[in-house]
């Protein structure tokens, strides 16, 4: 008998590809001849292809942000608590497409793939990419699928980064821009997390100058500890008390160094598992993407220079616990942006969890993602 | 023709050294026979000891707080800008003694001292050590100096733990405590921050299980990230963004992994040179003798009754930009000081330069605690 998925889910879904042998030449100056984009769908597109969603995603994430791969999947999309029929981004309404960015690890071409050049796998000669290289090649999606104009583009962190890059690179093709969690440019200390974790990886022994694949081996120790530094910067300090405190896993000191704390269990399983399941040359482009991503520094520094082309609508939502992006920066977005005259909502939503606030169903911050999405003309007419 | 020092200056020092031969039980119920500790004193002890006053050191702190080694150093001691001839800890009027706490590796028994019962280095074998410990073993250095009670106890950050630890478990052997930048326990953030350092150091190959110094290397690939993890934490953003910004080393973006913005170079350049000074297995050491510190543990969790029995005056200090010890954590204490009806007086000092704050030279600090180290009975009547 088939699985009965939630009435609320988009139930199983299709991983989709785009090969493309058009050219693409990188803010590094460097062309990429062919490349593939793993993307998925959700919802129809309606007969005017006015209700297209795009949905970027953060440092980690992928192309798989709802539903279920099989019959037996326990584990559903990055972001299933806010895709799906009646859900805050409804696909009764609105047909979404979520991919995989250039350089990840997940099934577009990136680090880990093959370079049709050499017939080996890329590895550390794959290109960096930005921000606005994905924006680019989210460009080059669009085409493919017929979406002129996206009714909304979507993203949390390093995701709301490339909504920030569409409205000014693009101002045409998006009616509705949400950006949550995000900032205009990361700051120093931002820049010095991802330089640890970066280091983490690079000084591995085993990282072999990002050959790793060919020797057979992986980077585990770096890759451990750039997810941890990185972990800790999710959570906040009141998050991580109210789940750890100081609890013990023996209910006493043991005077070694092993596990002691809770938060270091928790933290070394984050580490295991994500080394497992992420490649290391894709982790470094990703914080190098982060840490490159200024779009005011082509306008003087001047963000609001920068934004002034923006035509579309902006919601842009922060966490009052989140101290990798804090409130503040989300702040410097909507003062740009009403320095402007633009239509903007902002919202500071009161949420414990920090930076992974994003990820959430929180209430608060949901419902106002739905009502958000529900006033966007063309949304109610789907198919 | 001998050097000129400043006339504030402490001038030349040299460490000294106690040999203890009696043994020590230790917190994690390990026994050391004979243990040796290094210290430097700088002013003159008075007649009746009433003018001792002794400097608690931080995680990568030591014996050597104030004036120069030789003729020709050119590096001052760690707090040299605080202790001297009228300076804010006046060694006109006090008689200072700094040391290297036990288990360090700037000349105290530590990790990296020979084991005299093996004749081999420690290394991984010379016992965790907790705050208690080294409380009780500055106790044996005060009775070996002949000194009941200190005219003050001072410290900050790991320092003041110190200085807290004193008032809970020696009330009668000190009538005032300094606690500046410290907190009464880490928080759960804190001890991750800390286990990544470890994790870093424990899974560099080049850490032998801490047998490093017999296999003829260092885990300075470890070391390195520890240090550039704790730095972070040990500035503010705001301290970060002023120092560094975004500013690049080259003016453009270079997309690869050498160093592009200068926070990157400054961080590898702080790990680099930790890596070549300090010992793996102290800083190991140091990072859990953080974790396990709680004095309030064997008081039912309860700060308040722990601090019941202190009886000197205090005197705490923290600053608004430092997030490792926030200055909420420095309320902690003093609010459970206030609920005992305790002499404490409390000041947040406005500094922009976060953790780090208490190694600078901010005037309104060091007014602060030159104003209260002169309040000191005794300490105006040297020699």
Chains 1, 2 share one sequence.
Not at 36 to 49: F, H, I, Q, R
Not at 54 to 61: K, M, P, Q, V, Y
Not at 102 to 120: A, D, F, V, Y
């Amino acid at each position: 008998m088939p699985r009965i998925f939630p009435a609320d889910s988009v139930g199983l879904v299709t991983p989709q590809r785009m090969d493309v042998n058009e050219p693409l030449t990188l803010a590094c100056a460097r062309v990429l001849d062919s490349y593939t984009l793993v993307y998925e769908t959700y919802g129809t597109l309606n007969a005017d292809k006015s209700n297209a969603v795009l949905i970027c995603h953060a440092l980690s994430g992928h192309h798989h942000a709802a539903g279920y791969h099989h019959e037996n999947d326990t584990k559903a999309g990055w972001w299933d608590n806010c895709i799906g029929p009646n859900k805050a981004i409804d696909t009764n309404q609105f047909f979404v497409v979520a991919l995989n960015n250039l350089g990840g690890c997940h099934g577009s071409s990136g680090p880990s793939s093959l370079n049709p050049e050499t017939g080996r796998i890329y590895g550390p000669d794959f290109p960096l990419v930005t921000v606005r290289d994905w924006v680019q090649v989210q460009a080059r999606l669009s085409d493919y699928l017929g979406i002129d104009c996206w009714a909304a583009i979507v993203g949390g962190s390093l995701g709301g980064m490339q909504v920030l890059q569409w409205a000014v690179d693009f101002p045409a093709r998006l009616r509705s821009a949400v950006i949550i969690a995000s900032a205009p440019k990361l700051s120093a200390q931002n820049i010095a997390f991802n330089e640890v974790a970066r280091q983490s990886i690079l000084s591995d022994p085993d990282f072999h100058g990002g050959r790793y694949t060919e020797m057979d081996t992986i980077p585990k120790r770096g890759l451990i500890l750039a997810r941890m530094v990185g972990h800790i910067t999710y959570l906040s300090d009141d998050a991580m008390k109210q789940k750890f405190g100081r609890d013990l896993k023996s209910g006493k000191f043991l005077y070694g160094y092993d596990v002691e704390f809770q938060v270091e269990s928790y933290l070394r399983h984050q580490g295991e598992v994500f080394s497992q399941n992420f490649d290391a040359n894709t982790y470094l482009l990703m914080t190098k993407a982060l840490d490159y991503f200024d779009p005011a520094r082509e306008f003087d520094d001047n963000l609001q220079t920068a934004l002034a082309r923006a035509t579309c609508r902006f919601l842009v939502i922060s966490f009052t616990t989140d101290w990798r992006f804090a409130p503040e920066r989300s702040q410097e977005i909507v003062n740009a942006l009403m320095a402007q005259g633009k239509q903007v909502a902002y919202a500071d939503i009161d949420a414990p969890q920090g930076h992974d606030s994003f990820l959430f169903p929180i209430p608060r911050y949901v419902t106002l993602l739905k009502n958000f999405m529900n006033s966007i003309d063309g949304g109610r007419h789907a198919s």
